[in-house]
């Protein structure tokens, strides 16, 4: 795949012309500037194109309270591999779709402890409609509407040992009767629903931005096994999360340098209640970058990061079982892109 994609990417032999851009290319291109894919939102372009992301992250909270057992410090490092596509049907719709998995482990002794890992799943499907397109004004506004599922299967020690401290013998006679690892795998699904609006504007054929305003809604259940009644205990939640997104597009293509550069930041603001009836609402801000090739418009290929400047606490127990929040998480990532239009 990566041989393929630096046979696409060689400059075309002297005197030859790259092919004309076809009807799903010229969606991609507005006002002589060619828009890139972004990292923190959604495409608002009406095309038809296949790729695949390959990334990697930390992500680091301290003093997560845990109950009895005290205060802890998280570090988990993470891979993911993400698929993506879209089918342009006419001008103006367009079928996506968006897969995912990641692979997630702690990388100290508290984390091994508390979370130790998880394997999760997603995918996506959804519409978008472009409702108002200008090559004079070199401006365009999408809608996008889409739902999606996801599983995960994560790994603790502390259900175990929390078990053991609150019903011993319950737990000790389950592990016997070979419940081990319904205490340390919990199963957990969620379902999604939520729409978006683009505005896309090409100020020059080198600069160009994006913004995206919209919401979803997030139902998920984890299933935990309860040894002292021997059966899974079903715990739902649901959240409503809004953001806004800019991602601003440099590219020196028109001075003949094939080099872009994208700069990203998204504002979300996030609403959950549980089954305990706990409510949390708070604001986060994230920043991103990416440099890519520009020399084709039919290619996207480059690297891109992101960091959480203000993420949400996590929320625990403290030690009398009343709720209490962590420090501040801190969250980065790096990927690598490769995207076709065609």
């Not at 401006?139 to 020690?157: C, F, I, M, P």
């Not at 809004?242 to 020196?252: F, K, M, W």
């Not at 290929?301 to 030690?319: M, N």
Request: net charge neutral; proline share 5%; charged share 20%.
């Amino acid at each position: 795949m990566l041989a393929g994609a630096l046979l696409v990417s060689l400059p075309t032999r002297a005197g030859e012309e790259e092919p004309p851009q076809t009807p799903e290319v010229a969606g991609r291109t507005l006002g002589g500037h060619v828009f890139l894919f972004p990292l923190l939102q959604d495409t608002a372009l009406v095309v038809t194109y296949v790729g695949i992301r390959l990334g990697a992250g930390m992500f680091a909270a301290d003093a997560v309270p845990l109950g009895n057992l005290g205060r802890f410090d998280f570090r988990l490092a993470g891979l993911e591999q993400r698929f993506d596509a879209g089918l342009a049907l006419t001008p103006w719709l367009a079928l996506s779709v968006t897969g995912s998995g990641n692979l997630i482990l702690g990388t100290n002794l508290d984390t091994l402890v508390a979370r130790t890992g998880a394997a999760e799943g997603r995918v996506r499907g959804g519409l978008l409609v472009r409702l108002w397109r200008s090559d004079v004004q070199g401006t365009q506004v999408s809608l996008r509407v889409e739902g999606g599922v996801g599983a995960s299967q994560r790994l603790t020690l502390f259900r175990l040992l929390d078990a053991l401290e609150e019903a011993p013998a319950a737990t000790v006679g389950s592990i016997f009767r070979g419940n081990l690892s319904r205490l340390l795998i919990v199963p957990a699904s969620e379902q999604q629903v939520g729409g978006r609006v683009y505005l896309v504007h090409a100020y020059s054929r080198g600069v160009g931005l994006q913004a995206s305003l919209g919401a979803d809604r997030v139902w998920s259940t984890e299933r935990e096994f309860d040894p002292a009644q021997n059966r899974e205990v079903r715990v739902p939640a649901h959240s409503v999360r809004a953001d806004g997104a800019l991602a601003l597009g440099l590219d020196a293509a028109p001075l003949k340098v094939p080099v872009a550069l994208q700069l990203e930041y998204l504002a979300s603001w996030r609403a959950s209640e549980d089954a305990r009836l706990h409510v949390r609402a708070g604001l986060s801000h994230a920043v991103g970058a990416g440099v890519y090739y520009s020399g084709r418009a039919r290619l996207q290929l480059g690297v891109g990061a992101a960091w959480d400047l203000r993420g949400q606490p996590l929320e625990g127990t403290d030690e009398e079982g009343q709720p209490a929040d962590s420090e501040r998480p801190s969250f980065a990532f790096g990927e690598f892109i490769l995207r076709y239009v065609w």
